[in-house]
C-alpha cells in the first residue's frame, strides 16, 4: 500500500539537507539586483488588462525562470517540466504549486522573444556591470582580451535540412570547429567580462579589439593571435603596459627575455579562462541553443552577465 503523502510545507521543514542546487539557487538569489533589472525590463513587459483573456503572469517570476534556463541549459518545454518536478526551482521562482499557475513553454518562448526583440539581454548584462561597479567590484584598470569557439550543431537532419548558415568552420590547433566565436574584455582586477560581441567562428579573434576595449585601460593582456604592431606603438605611452605575448620571427626563437616575459603574461592572463570555464562547465553551455547569430548572441550577454554574479558571489555575499 503506497505511503501516504506528507503536507509539502511539513516535508520541506523536516528536511535536514540542503542540496547543492539549492544553495546555488539561495547565492544567487542574494547577489542578482532584481529590482533594478525589473526596472529595465518593465515598461516593455504587457500590462494586465489591455488585450483581455489571462492576466501576465508577474515580471520577477518570468525573470527568474529565464534566468533559471540560463543556469541549468534549459529549453522552453524542459523549463515548464522542470517546474513541475522540482520544489527548489518553484520556491526560487516564487510559485506554490496548486496555488500559483505555471506558465506553459509558450509564455517562456515569448518571454525570451521580448527580451530578444528589444535588445533588453545586452541591457541586463550592462546593468549587471554598472551594479558591480556601484560595490566597487570592478576596477578597469586593464583588459584581458581572448575569444572563445562555440559548436553549433553541424548535422543537417534538421527542418530545414541545412546547417546554420549564419555558423562558420574554422581550425584550431588540429581540429575543425563549426559554430561562432565570443570574443570578450574581461576586468584584471575582478575577472568579469565587461565587454562583449559575437561573430561567425571564421572571423579571425585579432579583428574584434576596439569593440573589447573600454579606454581607460592602464594595460592590456592578449595571447599572440593578437600581436600588431600598429596597436602596439599606440599603446606605449608611459605608464601603460602591453602584455600581449611575445611572438618570434618566422623561422626564429624567442630570446631568453622574451620568453620570461611571456610567462609572466600567461600568469596574468590565466583569469580571462574564468568566464569561459563558468558559462561552459557550470552552467551548460557547450553548443548553440539557437539558429542565427542574432539570438545566440542575445543568449550570450546574459549568461555572461550571471557569469559575473556568479564569479564574485562570495564578495558580494560579504
Do not use: C
Not at 525570451?112 to 526583440?117: A, D, F, N, S
Not at 562555440?150 to 559554430?179: C, H, L, V
Not at 590565466?270 to 552552467?283: M, N
Amino acid at each position: 500500500m503506497p505511503k501516504q503523502p506528507a503536507i509539502p510545507g511539513l516535508r520541506d521543514a523536516m528536511k535536514r539537507k540542503v542540496t547543492r542546487r539549492e544553495q546555488f539557487l539561495a547565492d544567487m538569489d542574494a547577489v542578482v539586483p532584481w529590482m533594478r533589472l525589473q526596472a529595465l525590463i518593465e515598461p516593455h513587459y504587457p500590462k494586465a488588462g489591455l488585450k483581455g483573456g489571462r492576466p501576465p503572469m508577474p515580471l520577477e517570476t518570468m525573470l527568474r525562470i529565464y534566468f533559471l534556463q540560463n543556469w541549468y541549459a534549459l529549453s522552453d518545454p524542459m523549463a515548464e517540466e522542470t517546474l513541475y518536478d522540482s520544489e527548489a526551482m518553484r520556491r526560487f521562482a516564487g510559485i506554490e504549486l496548486g496555488d500559483d499557475r505555471i506558465p506553459d513553454e509558450t509564455t517562456i518562448l515569448n518571454f525570451r522573444h521580448l527580451l530578444e526583440r528589444h535588445g533588453l539581454t545586452e541591457a541586463i548584462f550592462a546593468d549587471v556591470n554598472a551594479h558591480l561597479a556601484d560595490k566597487g567590484i570592478t576596477l578597469r584598470s586593464g583588459t584581458l582580451v581572448d575569444a572563445t569557439i562555440i559548436d553549433a550543431p553541424s548535422s543537417t537532419k534538421n527542418q530545414a535540412k541545412a546547417r546554420d548558415p549564419e555558423m562558420s568552420s574554422t581550425k584550431k590547433g588540429n581540429d575543425w570547429y563549426f559554430g561562432m566565436k565570443a570574443h570578450v574584455g574581461v576586468d584584471v582586477d575582478s575577472g568579469t567580462v565587461h565587454s562583449l560581441e559575437a561573430t561567425t567562428a571564421k572571423v579571425h579573434d585579432s579583428r574584434v579589439w576596439d569593440e573589447l576595449l573600454h579606454g581607460e585601460e592602464k594595460s592590456v593582456w592578449a595571447d599572440k593571435g593578437y600581436v600588431s604592431a600598429e596597436r602596439e606603438a599606440a599603446f606605449s605611452k608611459e605608464g601603460k603596459v602591453w602584455g600581449v605575448m611575445r611572438k618570434a620571427s618566422k623561422g626564429g626563437q624567442l630570446d631568453p627575455i622574451d620568453e620570461e616575459i611571456n610567462r609572466i603574461i600567461a600568469k596574468v592572463r590565466a583569469k580571462v579562462e574564468h568566464p569561459f570555464r563558468v558559462i561552459k562547465r557550470q552552467f551548460g553551455h557547450m553548443k548553440t541553443r539557437y539558429r542565427g547569430l542574432a539570438k545566440n548572441r542575445a543568449h550570450l550577454f546574459t549568461l555572461f552577465a550571471l557569469g559575473n554574479l556568479f564569479l564574485v558571489r562570495r564578495r558580494l555575499l560579504a
